[in-house]
T-cell receptor
């Protein structure tokens, strides 16, 4: 079964410092990986995805993620954190591929990591 | 703004009651997914519809049901509500493989916060 794990409940970083939010995955076949962010009292916002291609994926708001097949990881990074980046971050893997009748496309989420950026 | 709308934003009800949550997907999206976010279970997939037909079921209770209508909006019905059903319920939509847009991306609505007292 597909799964993702976010080993840290919370990450604290000072504004201006680089940040990393960790995610590891377990899938059969090639993974389709995603990062979403949730601000308080808001829905989930798509940040970036890895489907295939370059291992370094660039996304919204200056975030990027590095896909590492050997370590089965997909860590979210940003070179310089902002206080406004403080939020709940979710890593997810897509279950199945395409729109065939046997594939669902549902997302399987990690438990989430709270990012706290302090001024 | 993702283009996915959900109503109502908040719902407060009592145990044993029944409620209906509504979702309108992005224009042209055929797939609708429902997820539940709770403190103890995290974000869990409940059910998926594709062009009016149920495509997949996740950890959805028998007291819960959903449907997708011809205009592609979807409703999640929760009945015989229990305290533990209090959660944030999200709807997401994605494009079809023939739409020319990426069908891998799911766009989430703002959610409906359900409180069962």
């Amino acid at each position: 079964a597909q799964s993702v794990a976010q080993p840290e409940d919370q990450v604290n970083v000072a504004e201006g410092n680089p940040l990393t939010v960790k995610c590891t995955y377990s899938v059969s076949g090639n993974p389709y990986l995603f990062w979403y962010v949730q601000y308080p009292n808001r829905g989930l916002q798509f940040l970036l995805k890895y489907i295939t291609g370059d291992n370094l994926v660039k996304g919204s708001y200056g975030f990027e993620a590095e896909f590492n097949k050997s370590q089965t990881s997909f860590h979210l990074k940003k070179p310089s954190a902002l206080v406004s980046d403080s939020a709940l971050y979710f890593c997810a893997v897509r279950d199945g591929f395409g729109q065939g009748s046997s594939n669902t496309g549902k997302l399987i989420f990690g438990q989430g990591t709270t990012l706290q950026v302090k001024p | 703004d993702s283009g996915v709308t959900q109503t109502p934003k908040h719902l407060i009800t009592a145990t044993g009651q029944r409620v209906t949550l509504r979702c309108s997907p992005r224009s042209g999206d055929l797939s609708v997914y429902w997820y539940q976010q709770s403190l103890d279970q995290g974000l869990q997939f409940l059910i998926q519809y594709y062009n009016g037909e149920e495509r997949a079921k996740g950890n959805i209770l028998e007291r819960f049901s959903a449907q997708q209508f011809p205009d592609l909006h979807s409703e999640l019905n929760l009945s015989s509500l229990e305290l533990g059903d209090s959660a944030l319920y999200f709807c997401a939509s994605s494009a079809s493989a023939t739409s020319g847009r990426s069908y891998n991306d799911q766009f989430f609505g703002p959610g409906t916060r359900l409180t069962v007292l």
